[in-house]
């Protein structure tokens, strides 16, 4: 069976370790207060905007997707599926740390350049790695008349959308696709079968909450 025309990717909404000031990966933290509103928003969005269709929601089965995913699945009376290859790249011994705790066991991971092959931390994964996990999902999934509906990750977000496109691993070693909490990327095929993007980190039905993505934001970052 072919690949699916369209898929719908989401990244989880704003999680407890974003606001605690603890590492991302692994750690596994429940959504803010704002988080569930930024969920609502993001499941009201996608039931304008698939009117009439059926779709097949998966997410990563850290909390954080799990609770953005369960908003969707009440918008469009559907139950999710939770996957571990969907997951928040391995940070190993790092997950739970605060990132002042991180920065100060493995200064030497924060200082050198990210490589696809490095796993940063004691019991991480490299990049190849989760590329790899990921990659399997993506594969997996099949025209069947449904639209899939991913919840993800920053990194594990950044990895469906080089598989769709046909990447290889080592064409993340300098770049990457940004994604905003409770944000959605388009994927999709042409009437040729090719694979590209219709749109990456759309926010736009977060404007004017607190927590939206800003170009302010990004420049002090």
């Known amino acids: 069976m072919p690949p699916p025309p369209l898929v719908i990717l989401a990244r989880h909404a704003q999680s407890e370790h974003h606001v605690q000031g603890l590492t991302g990966g692994w750690t596994d933290t429940p959504l803010t207060e704002l988080g569930h509103r930024q969920s609502q928003l993001l499941a009201e969005r996608l039931k304008t905007e698939l009117v009439g ?7 990563s089965d850290l909390q954080r997707a799990m609770q953005t995913a369960q908003h969707i699945a009440d918008a469009f009376g559907v139950d999710p599926i939770a996957d571990a290859r969907l997951r928040e790249h391995n940070n190993g011994e790092a997950a739970n740390m ?3 705790e991180a920065r100060e066991r493995y200064a030497d991971a924060f200082a ?8 940063p931390f004691p019991g991480s994964e490299s990049g190849r790695e989760m590329y790899a996990r990921v990659s399997s999902f993506v594969d997996d999934l099949q025209a069947d008349g449904r639209v899939p509906v991913v919840v993800a990750h920053g990194i594990s977000g950044t990895c469906v959308i080089a598989r769709w496109l046909m990447l290889t691993p080592d064409a993340l070693e300098p770049i990457g696709f940004g994604a905003g909490t409770a944000s959605i990327t388009t994927l999709v095929r042409d009437r040729f079968g090719n694979p590209w993007t219709e749109r990456i980190n759309d926010v ?8 939206a993505a800003s170009l302010a934001r990004l420049l002090s970052d």
């Not at 269709?53 to 997410?59: G, K, V």
């Not at 736009?204 to 927590?211: A, K, M, N, P, S």
């Open 53 to 59: 269709a059926t779709i097949a929601l998966y997410t």
């Open 98 to 100: 605060t990132l002042a």
């Open 112 to 119: 050198r350049p990210w490589s696809i092959d490095d796993r």
């Open 204 to 211: 736009g039905h977060l404007d004017g909450i607190e927590g």
